[in-house]
């Protein structure tokens, strides 16, 4: 891998790897593999990856979640569904060394359609680390920092800021709150930084490399990336800070995004 994210073609590099997971999640690693193929596998499952910080080595333990896409041969129905709460909720439950398990469920042909190539695709290619099965990243195209690839991956956000002030405006505990915010900074940052990505020629994952990336090329909101980043890494329960994240730099933000990418496609 080269600078930036990249391979020696250009193409972006996956970001993970078994081999980065921390000593301190290999045990929390295996036994997500064990309880997917008891719960899930056989004729279901297609193939299960990791993502996020446990496989790209950067994880702190009793601070980060641990994060799972599970690829089904068919649409995932509400069994399914339950069967993947059971898993996150018992994964929770038996190791300090995590704070909260998600799993993402979706269809192999999902995955691999047209409509998703430039999304899901991507995000399965370049984002995730196979865990069990067959790799769908072998029929996914290499993937570069280009405008199309901004477009399809964050190209909603308006839609995402109009869920997200329901959520705001729902939430009752400060837990509720801090989780909101939590996903909210990530998604801005994120969503700031492929703003800029096919300026700034790469891919990184990295929240405050992200920010710092997004302030070259918009000064004069660099410190409130930066603070967005610094948000997403360590939470705050306070209603203030959701409402600046959701209320102002989330809507320039989608303004500006629009303007210089146009929207994502429209999902059924």
């Known amino acids: 891998m080269t600078g930036r994210g990249l391979t020696v073609d250009g193409s972006i590099a996956r970001?993970?790897?078994?081999?980065?997971?921390?000593?301190?999640?290999?045990?929390?690693?295996d036994a997500a593999?064990?309880?997917?193929v008891e719960a899930v596998g056989g004729r279901r499952l297609h193939s299960a990856y990791l993502y996020g910080s446990i496989p790209r080595g950067t994880a702190v333990?009793?601070?980060?979640?641990?994060?799972?896409?599970?690829a089904l041969h068919a649409e995932p129905t509400e069994a399914d569904r339950r069967d993947a709460t059971r898993i996150e909720e018992a994964l929770d439950q038996s190791f300090d060394e995590i704070d909260g398990v998600g799993i993402l469920l979706f269809s192999a042909r999902t995955l691999l359609s047209e409509l998703e190539r430039h999304d899901l695709g991507f995000f399965v290619a370049c984002l995730c680390t196979p865990l069990?099965?067959?790799?769908?990243?072998?029929?996914?195209?290499?993937?570069?920092?280009?405008?199309?690839l901004a477009r399809e991956t964050n190209g909603d956000l308006s839609i995402a800021l109009a869920d997200w002030r329901r959520q705001?405006?729902?939430?009752?505990?400060?837990?509720?709150?801090?989780?909101?915010?939590?996903?909210?900074?990530?998604?801005?940052?994120?969503?700031?930084?492929?703003?800029?990505?096919?300026?700034?020629?790469g891919?990184?994952?990295?929240?405050?490399?992200?920010?710092?990336?997004?302030?070259r090329y918009y000064p004069e909101r660099a410190e409130q990336m930066r603070a967005?980043?610094?948000?997403g890494r360590a939470p705050s329960a306070d209603p203030a800070v959701l409402r600046h994240l959701i209320d102002d730099l989330g809507p320039w933000l989608a303004v500006e995004y629009a303007a210089v990418h146009g929207e994502k496609a429209v999902r059924p």
Not at 33 to 36: A, D, F, G, L
């Open 132 to 148: 069990l099965g067959d790799d769908l990243a072998d029929q996914l195209p290499g993937y570069r920092p280009t405008p199309l």
């Open 203 to 215: 891919w990184t994952s990295d929240l405050i490399e992200s920010a710092e990336a997004f302030g």
């Open 15 to 29: 970001e993970g790897a078994l081999s980065r997971v921390p000593p301190a999640f290999g045990g929390v690693v």
């Open 168 to 201: 705001a405006a729902e939430a009752s505990t400060d837990k509720q709150r801090r989780s909101l915010c939590r996903l909210v900074a990530r998604r801005i940052v994120r969503t700031g930084f492929t703003l800029v990505m096919p300026r700034w020629g």
């Open 61 to 70: 333990p009793g601070v980060s979640d641990l994060d799972l896409l599970l």
């Open 228 to 231: 967005a980043a610094r948000t």
């Open 33 to 36: 593999r064990t309880r997917i």
